[in-house]
């Protein structure tokens, strides 16, 4: 190399990133921490490559959000980008993918939403389940469930890499292997425990399961492309579909129509499909590879993603990658990058490096502990109300969490004060149909308080038994009891659960003498009766099954994953007896969700992001920035969660923690309890692995 774009860059880089945009060899991982200049360096990397084969250079640059794409766009009408920039297609994989979608099928229909997937499975997907007699039988008796489920089950094997043109039992063996190696196979198990609850299988092993969901999948996708009927996730994997055969074809690109180089970002984020579909677009381009990302930021196994892609590209990518690391953090408080790179050196399965901050200022660390859970409530509002005070312009806080439960206070808190602040609807429980059913049953023993007589007083018991099970009444069963209660013409609630302590009729399908409404009645009373908030959401807590947390459920109703009752009843305890209070403000608090299209959206486009206060989980901070950043409840079972307990389990929750502190751009506040709920706490292990307070 002549030294042209060492000349050419030296002003704008440092030496890490020069030595990146330099580098002679054809495939490159560089591995780039948060606030290293990961953007600038790759587009000169581009401008570079371009300059070396004198303008022939044609690029695809991957990334993961729609809002790194926008930025990366944005970017190439810079000066010095500009010349590169009509051969450069920036991209994410699914608008890519969606190009070839629409080449194999002449009017594609995207079915986006939830309902329109499960539709689409009931209707269009007909054949597929219907072949299969367990999942025919299924769907006869779950109706609403299964169909949701299987439309879940049918994305998440195209994202964990099974192949419906092979479909084999060999191949869908040998990718539970993989899965297993890769640390996912629990996103299908999750599948399985809910296909047995349905009552699809009878018991949770592999071999059950492949028998009902290989020939479901592989009959689904051959009637998907059949019918021209797609999820999102279709569009990538009808483009893996497109490219392996034009591969297998033998096809080659002329020079002009090629791809000569493409550079991923956020590659740690990518899961088996996502994999397959670039080094199928590589094969066929005869591309290089460029894989860009920081494997310390990996935090979305949750969804597919597996970091083992970034640590050893080798060995699945099947190529041989030179390494190069970007070593200077500009965005970052100094402490912030010093504590946070001696936290995540206690991971073993990570690339070591070092990191130098550019930035002599130090954050200003602080930690609140308390007694209680309401102690760190109350020192956290006091910080929103001094910072939203100081009215600065552009300055942001942020409250992250690791659950979505640790928000629910906050947003009551500050929608009761009218602090301005947003929270995306994604994070919430107050959207569930378990939270709904939760409010009303408040809202019927705040009437009930009351003394009035409503009409709706048969309605509102119904719904009551309806949660003291764990699955609703069926509905003739449920017609039978209300007809029982409506016979008496109930002026009250009590004489409503009276009337129900007398029903003999059969419940569940059988008839015990009345023991089943007696102990409705009895379950009923403690809620009616109780004398506080607080004792109410620990009767709904302790004595009504449909509230209690349901691993199979969980994956259909987010409440149910984890149900916020520690939160609730100890933050509750503040109302006393006003039952219509606390209710009217978590009315209040569901009002002031944000609907937000995704993880992956520009939040910066959007009027109500704009606000000082944000409520976020940790795995929605990724990629943000924030004045203030107050991370809650920092204590063991929940930084790390309780049931993280393998190494490959607790090195992720290191990693989420990671990247929650180093969201802070000038404050970091920490919050610890000694008791939360009924149960003591100890401090988290990060705090002592980060030397944080």
Same mark, same amino acid.
């Given at each position: ?58 690029? !695809? ?80 008796? %779950? ?28 191949? $869908? ?52 492309? $059949? ?11 009808? $483009? ?149 005070? %100081? ?14 439960? %640790? ?56 719904? !009551? ?33 009276? %009337? ?26 403690? !809620? ?60 209040? $608090? ?41 991370? !809650? ?61």
């Amino acid at each position: 190399m002549d030294g042209t774009a060492a000349t050419r860059t030296d002003t704008a880089l440092d030496s890490t990133q020069l030595a990146f945009v330099n580098a002679t060899e054809r495939d490159i991982r560089l591995l780039a921490p948060a606030g290293s200049g990961k953007t600038l360096s790759l587009l000169h990397r581009c401008a570079e490559l371009h300059h070396r084969s004198n303008g022939s250079a044609s690029f !695809l640059i991957v990334s993961f959000t729609r809002a790194a794409r926008d930025e990366l766009r944005a970017r190439l009408a810079e000066p010095a980008f500009v010349s590169f920039s009509s051969r450069a297609d920036v991209v994410t994989l699914n608008g890519w993918g969606h190009r070839r979608l629409r080449s194999l099928s002449s009017q594609p229909r995207l079915h986006i939403s939830e309902f329109e997937r499960a539709t689409m499975v009931k209707t269009v997907l007909a054949p597929a389940w219907s072949a299969v007699p367990a999942l025919e039988k299924g769907m006869k008796h %779950q109706p609403f469930k299964l169909p949701r489920l299987l439309a879940r089950l049918l994305d998440m094997l195209k994202t964990l890499g099974f192949d419906h043109e092979d479909g084999s039992l060999r191949m $869908a063996d040998d990718r539970l292997d993989v899965l297993e190696q890769l640390g996912l196979l629990s996103l299908l198990e999750e599948s399985m425990v809910r296909l047995e609850e349905l009552g699809v299988l009878s018991n949770r092993r592999w071999e059950p399961f492949l028998e009902v969901a290989l020939p479901f999948f592989n009959a689904a996708c051959v009637q998907q492309f $059949a019918t021209g009927s797609f999820s999102l996730e279709d569009q990538k994997y009808g $483009a893996w579909l497109d490219q392996r055969r034009q591969v297998a074809a033998g096809k080659v690109l002329p020079p002009e129509g090629r791809i000569t180089d493409i550079l991923v970002d956020e590659f740690q984020d990518i899961n088996p499909l996502d994999l397959a579909l670039i080094l199928k677009i590589a094969e066929l381009n005869q591309s290089s590879l460029t894989i860009v990302g920081d494997d310390d930021q990996a935090i979305f196994e949750w969804r597919g993603a597996a970091p083992d892609f970034i640590l050893e590209p080798e060995r699945h990518l099947g190529r041989t990658f030179a390494t190069y690391i970007l070593e200077k953090n500009y965005r970052s408080p100094r402490n912030i990058v010093q504590k946070s790179a001696r936290l995540i050196a206690h991971n073993d399965r990570r690339v070591a490096k070092t990191m130098h901050p550019v930035s002599a200022v130090d954050a200003d660390i602080s930690m609140y502990t308390g007694d209680t859970f309401l102690d760190s409530v109350e020192n956290v509002l006091a910080e929103i109300r001094a910072f939203v005070q %100081q009215k600065s312009p552009g300055a942001r806080m942020a409250l992250l969490s690791r659950k979505r439960a %640790q928000l629910i206070p906050y947003q009551i808190l500050l929608a009761r004060e009218d602090i301005p602040f947003c929270a995306a609807e994604d994070l919430h429980l107050f959207l569930s149909d378990t939270f709904d059913r939760l409010l009303g049953a408040l809202r019927t023993r705040t009437m009930a308080g009351l003394g009035i007589s409503v009409p709706t007083i048969v309605d509102d018991v119904m719904a !009551l038994c309806n949660s003291v099970q764990r699955f609703p009444l069926r509905k003739v069963e449920e017609d039978a009891m209300a007809k029982h209660i409506r016979s008496i013409r109930p002026k009250s609630y009590d004489a409503a659960i009276d %009337q129900l302590e007398c029903y003999s009729g059969p419940i569940r399908g059988q008839t015990d003498d009345g023991d089943t409404a007696a102990n409705f009645a009895i379950k009923l009373r403690k !809620l009616i009766h109780a004398p506080t908030v607080r004792a109410a959401i620990e009767a709904l807590q302790n004595l009504y099954s449909g509230f209690k947390k349901d691993y199979g459920r969980g994956v259909e109703d987010i409440f149910l994953a984890d149900p916020p009752f520690a939160y609730l009843a100890e933050f509750s305890e503040t109302y006393g007896a006003d039952f219509q209070g606390f209710v009217e403000d978590l009315e209040k $608090a569901k009002d002031t969700l944000v609907k937000l299209p995704g993880m992956d959206s520009d939040d910066s486009a959007s009027e109500e992001w704009k606000k000082p206060v944000h409520l976020l989980t940790a795995l929605r901070a990724k990629g943000r920035e924030f004045d203030t950043v107050a991370m !809650l409840d920092v204590v063991d079972g929940i930084w790390p969660l309780r049931f993280a307990k393998t190494e490959r389990a607790l090195e992720g929750e290191r990693r989420l923690f990671y990247v929650a502190m180093t969201r802070a751009k000038k404050r970091l506040i920490l919050t610890a309890s000694r008791r939360i709920g009924d149960q003591t706490t100890m401090a988290s292990r990060f705090l002592a692995e980060a030397a944080l307070p």
